[in-house]
């Protein structure tokens, strides 16, 4: 890579992580509205939320993948397991986005955050036995 490619590619990935910042804040903003006691913030960075639902861990993550020459931001739900060393498993719920604020190719981006919760209890439920830990 040029220097001028090495910049041009910094600069794509500051817009996005800006436009992730943006993201995380409109869920974050989403889930203390709608879901005030049921959602305990665990902790809270400008790209990450982790969450508790009754004790199931959850992570909410903007991550910047670059392959091949293309470069893939999205909006990534895991849950976290209770062991002593925590595993991270991906729900398979990934909201992609570009470096305007479109995500996931919604008519309405900012709406979101309601079809993301939606399908990450879509997979959790379809997943088969959760236990929960109030």
């Known amino acids: 890579m040029t220097t ?12 996005h992580a800006e436009r992730g910042a ?13 879901f005030p ?4 913030k665990q902790s809270e960075t400008p790209h990450a939320l982790h969450y508790s639902f009754y004790g199931l861990r959850l992570i909410f993550r903007i ?3 670059i392959a091949n020459d293309n470069l893939e931001a999205a909006l990534k739900a895991y849950s976290l397991s ?6 991270e498993t991906f729900l398979g719920v ?9 995500v996931n190719r919604l008519a309405k981006p900012k709406e979101f ?3 993301f919760i939606r399908d990450v209890f879509t997979k959790i439920m379809a997943g088969g036995k959760i ?4």
């Open 22 to 34: 943006e993201i995380i804040e409109m869920l974050k903003n989403n889930i203390d509205r709608e």
């Open 131 to 134: 236990i929960l830990r109030p």
């Open 82 to 87: 209770f062991d002593t060393e925590p595993v």
């Open 113 to 115: 955050s309601a079809f």
């Open 94 to 102: 990934k909201y992609t986005f570009d470096s305007i604020g479109n």
């Open 37 to 40: 006691t049921h959602f305990v």
């Open 4 to 15: 001028i490619e090495i910049q041009e590619t910094s600069e794509l990935i500051r817009a």
């Open 63 to 65: 991550e910047i993948e």
